[in-house]
């Protein structure tokens, strides 16, 4: 056996996100529409995605009970370098009818960002953001620590809060 990894990804480590989910099937056509590539693994009740940009091993894992997201993460995101990148990821999810909640020039977590919110299947939520002002006061995560916006129409979270800026749904 050899002591160097089997996989080849860019730089010296990625982020590995192992996910429950309740339909792998399904789940899979959403993270294909997120990631923007398709799976380099399938196998019954599993799925695994590894992109090399954003360089990430996501695993999807169906399971049999309720899948409850809330009850450990407050959301995902994937960061980009451009406003088109993530205007590029709205078209995606456009064209596949799911729903989207965009945000421009919101203060979040102390930066200007540009975004767009995704809910899959389960619940988990996404969000594809640029960072337009790299320090920037932020009153509202101050107060509330929440910078989702209100994604119950998208099957998610009840967010008391949306940021500075009105969400719009598209």
């Given at each position: 056996?050899?002591?160097?990894?089997?996989?080849?990804?860019?730089?010296?480590?990625r982020?590995h996100?192992?996910?429950?989910?309740?339909?792998?099937?399904?789940?899979?056509?959403?993270?294909?529409?997120?990631?923007?590539?398709?799976?380099?693994?399938?196998?019954?009740?599993?799925?695994?995605?590894?992109p090399?940009?954003?360089?990430?091993?996501?695993?999807?894992?169906?399971?049999?009970?309720?899948?409850?997201?809330?009850?450990?993460?407050?959301?995902?995101?994937?960061?980009?370098?451009?406003?088109?990148?993530?205007?590029?990821?709205?078209?995606?999810?456009?064209?596949?009818?799911?729903?989207?909640i965009?945000?421009?020039?919101?203060?979040?977590?102390?930066?200007?960002?540009?975004?767009?919110?995704?809910?899959?299947?389960?619940?988990?939520?996404?969000?594809?953001?640029?960072?337009?002002?790299?320090?920037?006061?932020?009153?509202?995560?101050?107060?509330?620590?929440?910078?989702?916006?209100?994604?119950?129409?998208?099957?998610?979270?009840?967010?008391?809060?949306?940021?500075?800026?009105?969400?719009?749904?598209?």
């Amino acid at each position: 056996m050899t002591s160097q990894s089997a996989v080849e990804f860019p730089g010296s480590f990625r982020i590995h996100v192992a996910l429950n989910v309740s339909d792998v099937n399904a789940s899979t056509q959403f993270y294909r529409l997120l990631l923007n590539t398709d799976p380099s693994k399938e196998r019954p009740r599993y799925a695994k995605f590894e992109p090399e940009d954003p360089s990430v091993n996501l695993s999807l894992n169906q399971i049999d009970t309720p899948v409850s997201p809330q009850a450990g993460s407050a959301h995902f995101g994937i960061q980009v370098k451009t406003v088109a990148a993530v205007h590029e990821a709205i078209e995606r999810f456009r064209k596949a009818g799911i729903a989207t909640i965009t945000e421009e020039a919101t203060t979040c977590c102390y930066a200007v960002q540009d975004k767009v919110w995704v809910v899959d299947p389960d619940g988990h939520k996404w969000e594809v953001f640029v960072v337009l002002e790299a320090d920037a006061k932020d009153q509202l995560y101050e107060e509330s620590g929440c910078c989702s916006p209100q994604l119950v129409s998208l099957g998610g979270c009840d967010a008391s809060s949306a940021g500075n800026t009105p969400a719009q749904q598209i």
